[in-house]
């Protein structure tokens, strides 16, 4: 476990990073490989192409700004891969490594190519921003003390390791069932998000309208995603603020 202080990508924010991007990936790729043994992979070729479509042209113009822009270290260690689950549950999520994965349900209120572009960045930007190995990090401190944390890692393959990933990450203790990530990490998700919307050529006035469609399914009790993904009034005026500044 070595300690440095991140800069995100984007937002110029600096976060503690107790964990390699080795260790992490590691993780990361044996808690997505124990979720695959147990999902249904999707058989709407329709969906599931345009799902694929639009992550791939954000992922496109993603590494294109980040190479361009010197910061290639966002990347590190990300494979990207695209994946929709056979579930009428509303859900979407992207392991630290790159592995998204999106269910049938979201695509309910998801149901055009922008409005799949706010789900997909939001889910890229915890990847890139690292907010699981901050969550970990954060979580090592205080309730490991850092000699517990260091012991856990060094058990690469151990119990201990896996379970403090699955506490840094939100993993529950089902497969795919996440935890929510910070009001600070949401709303950080939503303005990358934005960003890499932009870059992609997708319509970022998309993000405030996709999360007033979420809302209303939340009043209607439709919804299960609001558990990981909170929306609220504040939520979405924070996202119309950000697009009145925006700056590409």
């Given at each position: 476990?070595?300690?440095s ?9 600096k ?138 890692i ?21 497969a795919?069932v ?25 319509d ?6 996709f ?25 979405i ?12």
């Amino acid at each position: 476990m070595a300690v440095s202080c991140g800069v995100v990508s984007f937002t110029g924010r600096k976060q503690m990073l107790l964990f390699s991007d080795s260790e992490i990936m590691a993780l990361s790729d044996q808690s997505y490989a124990e979720f695959k043994g147990t999902a249904e992979v999707s058989s709407n070729a329709a969906a599931t192409r345009m799902v694929k479509e639009v992550g791939g042209k954000m992922v496109a113009a993603l590494e294109s700004y980040l190479k361009t822009n010197g910061q290639e270290s966002a990347l590190r260690g990300l494979v990207w891969e695209f994946m929709l689950v056979k579930s009428q549950e509303v859900n979407a999520f992207c392991m630290p490594s790159g592995k998204i994965v999106f269910y049938e349900g979201i695509l309910k209120y998801a149901d055009t190519p922008d409005y799949i572009a706010v789900v997909m960045g939001h889910e890229m930007a915890h990847a890139i921003a690292k907010h699981g190995n901050e969550r970990m990090s954060q979580q090592s401190v205080m309730n490991l003390l850092g000699r517990v944390a260091s012991e856990a890692i060094g058990e690469k393959k151990g119990a201990g390791a896996q379970a403090l990933f699955n506490v840094g990450f939100g993993i529950g203790s089902q497969a795919g069932v996440l935890l929510p990530y910070s009001r600070k990490h949401e709303y950080e998700a939503d303005e990358i998000g934005m960003y890499i919307m932009n870059i992609a050529g997708y319509d970022i006035n998309a993000a405030p309208a996709f999360w007033e469609k979420m809302l209303d399914a939340k009043s209607a009790g439709q919804s299960d995603f609001f558990s990981t993904h909170p929306s609220d009034a504040k939520r979405i005026a924070a996202l119309r603020e950000a697009i009145s500044s925006f700056t590409p």
